[in-house]
């Protein structure tokens, strides 16, 4: 057996050098152990500079070793919905069983390969740590409290302040400060706007996430001023893209009165005048809208990298995507892959369509086009909520709207459900085309309940390399919480206090063997081991981490010795004092299976 360090979290957080030591109790002769107290891991040449060779290696051996990667097989790819049952009342359904599920696959029915019942504590990490010998340890009491405090979900809050109004800001931050107080301690917040002005990333602190709410207030860059003609978006895109000849013929008119004075013999030159008007306006709509969509893309991409249950609350008064480029279809493939529900509250709350525009700056529309003017704003309001729904019912969230009382709102979009069910099926000769599958979870039985699930999921364009499929799969394990048990895996921990400020933590992993699925070739039985381990902390911000292959080509009264003893793989970190989870996912590449586990580690200041 060998094990080779890899860094294969360069896409989320910079992978620092770890010590790792792999010990095989039972063949240590076996090892090529160094002596005693040198526990030096072997240093490439890569690291040094100089192209990586390969190690020499005897195949009549139990342990070899090379640079080249594992092969591994594509562990089968299952489609994960979470499911949230409500009776006519609104109250949590919790006593329902696999096979009161139904899931449907674009209207074909699917066998359910996965069940299990969800509650927020369901992946609440226990206590695996105890201080080495000679090192005084903590109250388990004390320490089982500040483990249920470690993150178990992240929400994260995004404010749409480019289309946010004042009075709907001041509405929605009061509302959003009295959210905080009805959390779980395991709950972490993020606060983020569209205009990137404001950025809290998350934390369990109140007074600084009461200080970022403070910081929401409308931040629209682009606009606010009349036009000659004044055109909204919606009106512009008639214009511009339906080619609606009223929509054109009503801007003109306003451009003949604006910039003509009524001389209808002006008629040609304002028509152009209108025309320019629309294009500028509705370029400007488009740039406006990318801003959004790119400070949304950037908070999905920051939930994503949580190490738990992923929540968005989208707070806007709703907008109009353009057209031409843009879509909620890509965030919501975006969100879906990352498993995050976007749950969307419009900030107007119960609101009457506004006929005559802001009151406060009211439109200039002449007197043959104001009926006009009124109708492409009512449209307009309507419109722009739309993508609000899309949003909530493409990621299985939840659109509160056409209501005042947003604290009920925030409750609902932000507090976990007391209990949800996750379902999972292999997509059965599932065709390489990107096409968006629609999803449908229904019950057998009990069809008076209210049923909340993602609505689909997208087909890939192109067959995965199977070792890039294998280390996506190892770090979204990594970067979850639910917990896998296709291998026999237990976790410990251990940590030495080197003084006031540092500490070693090592990351102890029995694998048992027996049920292990080796492949035989030339009288041996091949496997190969990846163990990944993160260290995340009270907040869910990655410390550090590492990865180790394990190898082994194993004869056969080898294998029948490790069956009854095991291998054990550790792990040592350099960390300061505090609280800590520790999240560890072993896969295999003969078998593609997975095993995933959570652990709490304190570490007294």
């Known amino acids: 057996m060998v094990a080779r360090w890899h860094c294969s979290f360069a896409r989320r957080v910079s992978c620092p050098a770890v010590l790792l030591i792999l010990i095989l109790l039972p063949c240590v002769k076996l090892c090529g152990q160094s002596p005693a107290g040198q526990e030096t891991p072997p240093k490439s040449q890569t690291e040094q500079g ?36 409500r009776d006519a009342l609104g109250n949590i359904v919790g006593d329902l069983r696999k096979e009161d599920f139904q899931l449907f696959d674009n209207g074909k029915p699917q066998a359910i390969s996965v069940f299990s019942v969800e509650t927020p504590q369901s992946h609440t990490a226990l206590p695996v740590t105890q201080a080495s010998e000679g090192e005084p340890e903590g109250s388990p009491e004390a320490a089982a409290r500040i483990t249920a405090a470690l993150p178990q979900r992240f929400v994260a809050i995004l404010f749409d302040d480019e289309h946010l109004t004042m009075d709907d800001s001041v509405f929605v931050r009061t509302a959003a400060t009295r959210l905080f107080g009805a959390l779980e301690r395991s709950d972490r917040v993020g606060v983020y706007t569209t205009s990137g002005q404001v950025s809290q990333e998350f934390t369990d602190n109140s007074e600084l996430i009461n200080k970022a ?55 040609a030159q304002a028509q152009s005048l209108a025309e320019a008007e629309a294009a500028n306006v509705l370029a400007a709509g488009d740039s406006h809208t990318e801003l959004t969509y790119r400070r949304f893309e950037e908070a999905i991409r920051r939930l994503s990298s949580m190490p738990g249950q992923r929540v968005m609350i989208f707070v806007s008064p709703g907008f109009i995507f353009s057209t031409l480029t843009l879509g909620p279809t890509d965030l919501i493939d975006r969100a879906t892959r990352a498993n995050i529900v976007i749950n969307t509250m419009d900030a107007r709350g119960l609101y009457a369509p506004d006929v005559l525009g802001d009151i406060s700056d009211p439109p200039q529309d002449s007197v043959r086009t104001r009926g006009f003017k009124a109708t492409y704003r009512v449209i307009s309001q309507n419109v722009q909520s739309q993508v609000l729904g899309e949003l909530a019912d493409g990621t299985g969230g939840t659109y509160f709207h056409n209501r005042n009382d947003l604290d009920e709102g925030f409750r609902q ?91 070693r933590l090592a990351v102890v992993t029995r694998l048992d063997l027996r049920g292990i699925r080796f492949r035989k070739a030339e009288g041996r039985n091949r496997d190969d081991f990846t163990v990944a381990t993160a260290i995340f902390d009270e907040n869910g911000k990655f410390v550090t981490g590492g990865e180790k292959i394990v190898e082994m080509r194993l004869l056969d009264t080898t294998v029948d010795r490790l069956g009854r003893s095991g291998i054990t793989v550790k792990s040592s970190f350099d960390v300061k004092p505090g609280t800590y989870l520790v999240r560890q996912v072993v896969r295999d590449s003969e078998g593609a299976q997975m095993a995933a586990k959570n652990g709490a580690v304190v570490i007294p200041y």
């Open 213 to 267: 709410l403070l910081g929401i207030v409308p931040r629209a860059s682009i606009g606010g001023e009349h036009g000659c003609p004044e055109i909204g978006y919606y009106q512009a895109d008639l214009i511009e893209v339906k080619r609606d000849a009223q929509a054109l013929g009503v801007a003109t008119e306003d451009a003949i009165q604006c910039a003509f004075q009524g001389n209808r013999n002006m008629l």
């Open 50 to 85: 100089a192209p990586a060779q390969r190690t020499p290696t005897n195949e009549n051996a139990e342990v070899s070793s090379r640079d080249t990667p594992a092969t591994f097989k594509v562990r089968v790819n299952l489609v994960l919905a979470r499911v949230v049952v």
């Open 413 to 503: 979009a932000g507090v976990a459900p007391a209990i949800s069910y996750l379902l999972a099926f292999s997509p059965q000769n599932l065709k390489l085309d990107g096409r968006f599958h629609t999803l449908k979870v229904s019950l057998t039985n009990k069809l008076k309940y209210s049923v909340q699930a993602r609505r689909g999921y997208y087909a890939p364009r192109t067959a995965a390399d199977p070792v890039e499929t294998a280390k996506r799969e190892i770090e979204e394990a990594l970067f979850s919480q639910d917990e896998l048990r296709d291998l026999p895996v237990e976790l410990h921990t251990q940590f030495f206090k080197k003084d006031e400020a540092e500490a």
